[in-house]
């Protein structure tokens, strides 16, 4: 008797803990669907241009881009996507960042060619992955392309975020992901 009770028990507590596929997850890791993609949070976190691995985010971008305002920072986020079906498949072609107070934060635009670790829209074989293997992206410290974000520090004040995932044309939300700040 004791012995079907504890393993009754065993087989509730391996049930607990992070769903493969929840509809937004809680922390760093989890997988999470979006239109025909699966797609893992790998690390999202605030960038420090005068660190030595933070500032090789920050290359390649737009001129009107380099400068923070006192009020701003840089946040990074570094996902991971695979294709799981059948058919070749597109990659989610819109993110933002909402804030509580439904602030909408979208990504600063990154050239590719300057920054190997920015994200890449395309559409991805059976079973490929972005970013694509044998990449800086993924073989970088976070193994996920960049989404680079300019938030105003006021969103310590509006957490949590939340990262949307939208594709199609009309760029419905297809998925979404919370982030830890």
């Given amino acids: 008797m ?3 009770s504890v393993a009754v028990l065993g ?8 769903a493969n596929n929840p509809e937004t997850a809680e922390n ?15 690390v999202s976190r605030q960038l420090n241009p005068y660190a030595t691995e933070d ?3 920050l290359k390649g971008l737009p ?15 570094f996902l991971w996507a695979k294709n799981q079906t059948k058919q070749t498949a597109p990659t989610a072609n819109t993110f933002d960042i909402v804030d509580t107070q439904g602030n909408h934060y979208y990504p600063v635009p990154v050239n590719h060619s300057l920054n190997g670790y920015s994200w890449t829209t395309r559409s991805l074989n059976p079973g490929a992955v972005e970013p694509a293997p044998d990449t800086q992206a993924s073989f970088g410290p976070t193994q996920g392309g960049l989404l680079l974000f300019k938030l105003s520090d006021a969103v310590y004040d509006n957490r ?15 998925s979404t992901i919370s982030l830890d700040l």
Avoid: F
């Fill in 55 to 57: 500032s090789q985010y």
């Fill in 28 to 42: 760093d890791g989890v997988y999470v669907t979006a239109g025909p993609i699966t797609y893992q949070l790998q």
């Fill in 63 to 77: 001129a009107t881009d380099t400068v923070l305002h006192p009020n701003q920072m840089w946040y990074a986020v």
């Fill in 2 to 4: 004791i012995l079907a």
């Fill in 160 to 174: 949590p975020l939340t990262l949307e995932i939208r594709g199609g044309q009309a760029h419905k939300i297809w």
């Fill in 11 to 18: 087989v509730g507590l391996a049930a607990c803990g992070k």
